[in-house]
């Protein structure tokens, strides 16, 4: 039988109840579907930061490399700073795997509502910029504590950063029926890195002639996401830029709590990486009422990218199944929780094809 590695990092918080969801929906679907997933478990999260000073063991990303694919919950806790837990677990993965593509897809879902009057018009994918851009970790801070201090941020676009991620837009734009691309930038503004960023999109989209594409300013793009909608397809953005866009995008399409994404290493050199978009969600952790539907979502990206693209599409009817038939988290206004909505996920399998 076909095994897929897969190594599952729950980290803090709501992961330590999706992450787990997750699983048993995945074992469920791969008997069902005749392969097997083995998923090794990783404590790596803000507890063991606390414990050892370290989010990553020594050799655990070597660890890492050998698995098909890495299903991660979220990082982040009320005792450490937002940019130690970031830094010291997401991105080395992310950047130490060359997982350049984040793939952020939004629509909503049967039964879902959607804040805005046409919710059925948001059926978009957004493309992230994962490996340099604002997120580069490039700058520093100088004379520290003195009334002097600096701190810099630079942004890092390279020829060959920025052309894989057109290329990559355009191929899946291509692939997509509407086969529209949206180029998101801030060139008015940022004069450098910004417009190598439209250049080279430019001339990436020689090579498309199919696919038709447009340019939007990204405070722009905020407000035609919400006013027209149904004018976006495929979009390509910087990896700030994308960040918020696609919480945005979440919130559009109901709530955090089903967004999902892929880091992908699209050449597979390294394992690629796939999280719900939230975080940890200090809030409602403990609570058992964490929206799982995030975390199955991205598990059918996972499946998808591990070639069973056919239990991928079945998992991605049985979420479609149960948001119709309205089990739903109060994040999306239901009264269900974590484990009435895995239950019905599971049951939605058992009936599908
Ligand atoms: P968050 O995503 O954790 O929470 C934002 C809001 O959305 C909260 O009200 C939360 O309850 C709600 N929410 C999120 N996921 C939900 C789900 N599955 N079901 C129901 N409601 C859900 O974002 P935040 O509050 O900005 O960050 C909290 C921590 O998580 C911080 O430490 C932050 O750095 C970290 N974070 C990590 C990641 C990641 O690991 N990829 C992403 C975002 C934030
Ligand atoms: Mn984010």
Request: net charge negative; proline share 5%; charged share 25%.
């Amino acid at each position: 039988m076909k095994t897929y590695r897969i190594a599952a990092i729950p980290g803090d918080g709501i992961g330590n109840e999706v992450i787990p969801a997750g699983i048993e929906v995945l074992e469920a679907l791969a008997a069902k579907r005749g392969f097997a997933l083995a998923f090794e478990h990783f404590d790596w999260g803000s507890k063991r930061y606390l414990e050892t000073g370290a989010y990553i063991p020594a050799g655990g990303l070597e660890r890492l490399k050998t698995f098909d694919a890495i299903f991660f919950g979220a990082v982040g806790a009320a005792e450490v700073p937002d940019h130690i837990s970031l830094w010291g677990l997401r991105l080395p993965i992310c950047q130490g795997f060359d997982q350049y593509a984040n793939v952020r897809p939004a629509r909503v879902l049967p039964g879902v509502d959607s804040p805005l009057r046409d919710g059925s018009a948001v059926d978009w994918v957004i493309i992230r910029e994962n490996s340099e851009g604002e997120y580069s970790g490039s700058g520093g801070r100088v004379h520290r504590g003195l009334p002097e201090e600096v701190a810099t941020e630079t942004s890092v676009f390279t020829r060959r950063g920025v052309e894989r991620i057109h290329r990559f837009a355009f191929e899946l734009a291509r692939a997509r029926p509407k086969k529209h691309l949206t180029l998101v930038t801030k060139s008015n503004a940022q004069r450098h890195g910004m417009v190598l960023w439209d250049e080279i999109f430019f001339e990436v989209a020689k090579a498309y002639p199919e696919v038709r594409w447009d340019r939007e300013l990204v405070d722009a793009m905020t407000t035609r996401m919400v006013l027209k909608p149904g004018s976006i397809d495929t979009v390509v953005a910087s990896n700030l830029h994308a960040d918020i866009l696609s919480d945005l995008a979440a919130a559009l399409s109901g709530s955090l709590g089903i967004a999902p994404t892929a880091n992908l290493n699209p050449e597979r050199t390294f394992p690629s990486m796939f999280e719900p978009i939230h975080g940890s969600a200090f809030d409602i952790t403990g609570k058992g009422i964490a929206n799982p539907l995030a975390t199955f979502w991205t598990a059918s990206m996972m499946l998808e990218h591990l070639g069973e693209a056919r239990a991928a599409a079945g998992l991605m009817r049985a979420i479609e199944a149960v948001t119709a038939e309205g089990v739903l988290t109060p994040d999306l206004g239901g009264v269900h929780d974590t484990r009435a909505v895995t239950n019905a996920v599971k049951r939605a399998l058992d009936r599908g094809r």
